[in-house]
């Protein structure tokens, strides 16, 4: 069965620096976001992606974030200046159609630590 | 504001008893709302939906617009369904998540 697939699993980064988390989604997904939940808290959603371009984003997402596709595989997220309080598990999904009418698959979370 | 409350964080059951979970949410529209699960090390997966009206592992959900609640019940716990559950609702494209319900099934 086909499934969405992140790395790195686990990635520890020193404050300031830029990370990049990765997920290749399921293969004809058209639709594809990113989630993150702080430790003891709720699955936040972050941002969705379609045609190439950002379709939304929470109020999270400001411009030390930001998405691209660079292959037609890979859908990245990346943070610019991490901060203590990024530190989280980040989750991709992806969906077929959109959410009214198909499922999101999610990945299996990479956990992001940033000391 | 859309919003999704799960009011347990944890819920402890004893196998072959009923379970339900509760799940209150705040929506202007007519909402789509879904349960989620995960399994311990496991990734999260849609357990059911309301529009699809199936029952997914012996487990249901019915959306009751009057009192704004869309409950997960199951009638007789086993001990694979310990996890996590979150209940969602679809908001402008985007799933909006409850903190969370730890179910744990004990023999």
């Known amino acids: 069965e086909p499934e969405v697939t992140q790395t790195p699993s686990h990635q520890v980064t020193q404050m300031g620096q830029e990370v990049i988390l990765r997920c290749v989604p399921i293969?004809?997904?058209?639709?594809f976001y990113w989630y993150r939940q702080i430790l003891g808290q709720k699955v936040e959603f972050l941002v969705s992606?379609?045609?190439?371009?950002?379709?939304?984003k929470s109020e999270i997402f400001d411009d030390q974030f930001s998405v691209e596709r660079p292959d037609g595989s890979n859908f990245t997220l990346k943070i610019r200046s991490t901060k203590l309080e990024d530190s989280a598990m980040y989750f991709c999904?992806?969906?077929?159609?959109?959410?009214?009418?198909?499922?999101?698959?999610f990945g299996q979370g990479t956990r992001l630590t940033v000391v | 504001a859309q919003r999704v409350t799960q009011p347990e964080k944890l819920l402890s059951v004893f196998k072959g008893a009923p379970v339900e979970l509760k799940c209150n949410y705040s929506y202007s529209g007519s909402p789509e709302l879904f349960w989620y699960v995960q399994y311990s090390r496991q990734r999260l997966q849609l357990l059911l939906r309301h529009i699809s009206r199936e029952s997914i592992k012996g487990f249901t959900a019915d959306l009751n617009k009057g009192e704004t609640s869309f409950h997960l019940k199951k009638p007789f716990a086993q001990e694979e369904d310990s996890a996590m559950y979150y209940c969602a609702l679809l908001n402008d494209y985007k799933l909006s998540f409850g903190a969370g319900t730890t179910v744990t099934v004990r023999a």
């Open positions: 992606f379609y045609n190439n371009e950002i379709s939304e």
């Open positions: 293969s004809n997904h058209l639709y």
């Open positions: 999904a992806s969906s077929a159609e959109g959410l009214s009418n198909t499922e999101a698959f």
